[in-house]
């Protein structure tokens, strides 16, 4: 494994901040609650999708290079925004990402109540989802082009193929992918198409280390990659044979920053809520 002291990336479809028309305000979802305790004492830098037109306009201001940013509330952190073709990025998150992955990963579709896959869907993974999953790659390659031992945390199911484009770039890279919703039991896969299923698995073997909230979770996975795809697989020690490789499979529980929450529960305004 990569020493502590190598260059970290972090990399996920939405960023720390996001820039309005009159401020800046910090990235909602529990994603960014989770990573902005390890952005702020590390020395990081944190590939997002630009998420509004003012996001662009900053990627712009910096040639599409990291910046630093203080979000609300505390915290300083440099940020790098990639702009998608908005096609695209409507493709990859209102098409494919949210109504299939993440209905799939809530056991929201299964066999009996299986979602319509039509060419509009498959062209979404191609032309949406993969698209931006590229773009990000680039600017994660981009980053880590003069480390000698980088290290890549990819975060969630918006970047299931992301992992294979860097380990291409880079085959030495220490890429890490933790995967923030949970992971159902093989029958919840099989209502993809079995070519988009197989870049989906692909693109996250190809990481060094996969995390999950629970070892259900971990589980599922390995027996994911046991019945869906065929490969070997190792239960008791959590690890998977992936071409030349040997993936490991881990259950890591993710806290919540607990010193901010304890720093955010001493406003004024907690008070007067709780009166």
Same mark, same amino acid.
């Given at each position: 494994?990569?020493?502590?002291?190598?260059?970290?990336?972090?990399?996920?479809?939405?960023?720390?901040?996001?820039?309005?028309?009159?401020?800046?305000?910090?990235?909602?979802?529990?994603?960014?609650?989770?990573?902005?305790?390890?952005?702020?004492?590390?020395?990081?830098?944190?590939?997002?999708?630009?998420?509004?037109?003012?996001?662009?306009?900053?990627?712009?201001?910096?040639?599409?290079?990291?910046?630093?940013?203080?979000?609300?509330?505390?915290?300083?952190?440099?940020?790098?925004?990639?702009?998608?073709?908005?096609?695209?990025?409507?493709?990859?998150?209102?098409?494919?990402?949210?109504?299939?992955?993440?209905?799939?990963?809530?056991?929201?579709?299964?066999?009996?109540?299986?979602?319509?896959?039509?060419?509009?869907?498959?062209?979404?993974?191609?032309?949406?989802?993969?698209?931006?999953?590229?773009?990000?790659?680039?600017?994660?390659?981009?980053?880590?082009?003069?480390? +000698?031992?980088?290290? &890549?945390? =990819?975060?969630? @199911?918006? /970047?299931?193929?992301?992992? #294979?484009?860097?380990?291409? !770039?880079?085959?030495?890279?220490?890429?890490?992918?933790?995967?923030?919703?949970?992971?159902?039991?093989?029958?919840?896969?099989?209502?993809?198409?079995?070519?988009?299923?197989?870049?989906?698995?692909?693109?996250?073997?190809?990481?060094?280390?996969?995390?999950?909230?629970?070892?259900?979770?971990?589980?599922?996975?390995?027996?994911?990659?046991?019945?869906?795809?065929?490969?070997?697989?190792?239960?008791?020690?959590?690890?998977?044979?992936? +071409?030349?490789?040997? &993936?490991? =499979?881990?259950? @890591?529980? /993710?806290?919540?920053?607990? #010193?901010?929450?304890?720093? !955010?529960?001493?406003?004024?305004?907690?008070?007067?809520?709780?009166?």
């Amino acid at each position: 494994m990569a020493d502590s002291g190598a260059p970290l990336v972090l990399v996920s479809n939405r960023g720390p901040v996001e820039f309005t028309s009159s401020d800046v305000k910090r990235g909602s979802g529990g994603l960014v609650t989770a990573l902005t305790g390890l952005a702020s004492h590390r020395d990081a830098i944190w590939v997002a999708s630009a998420m509004s037109e003012q996001d662009i306009e900053k990627a712009d201001e910096h040639d599409g290079k990291p910046f630093t940013v203080e979000a609300p509330g505390g915290g300083e952190y440099r940020v790098r925004f990639v702009a998608s073709d908005p096609q695209a990025y409507e493709r990859f998150y209102s098409i494919f990402a949210n109504p299939l992955l993440w209905f799939i990963q809530h056991y929201l579709w299964d066999l009996s109540n299986a979602p319509v896959i039509r060419r509009h869907e498959v062209e979404a993974f191609e032309f949406g989802y993969n698209l931006v999953n590229e773009d990000l790659a680039r600017a994660v390659v981009d980053e880590i082009e003069d480390s +000698e031992e980088p290290v &890549v945390m =990819v975060h969630d @199911y918006h /970047l299931y193929t992301l992992p #294979a484009l860097v380990r291409r !770039a880079r085959s030495e890279v220490f890429l890490h992918h933790f995967v923030h919703v949970p992971w159902p039991q093989s029958d919840a896969w099989r209502v993809l198409p079995g070519q988009i299923r197989e870049e989906i698995y692909n693109g996250l073997l190809a990481n060094d280390i996969i995390g999950f909230h629970t070892r259900s979770y971990r589980r599922n996975f390995l027996q994911c990659c046991r019945d869906l795809m065929g490969y070997e697989v190792d239960f008791e020690r959590g690890t998977v044979r992936w +071409e030349d490789r040997e &993936v490991w =499979v881990r259950a @890591y529980p /993710l806290p919540i920053d607990w #010193a901010a929450t304890m720093h !955010a529960s001493q406003h004024d305004r907690v008070d007067e809520f709780e009166k």
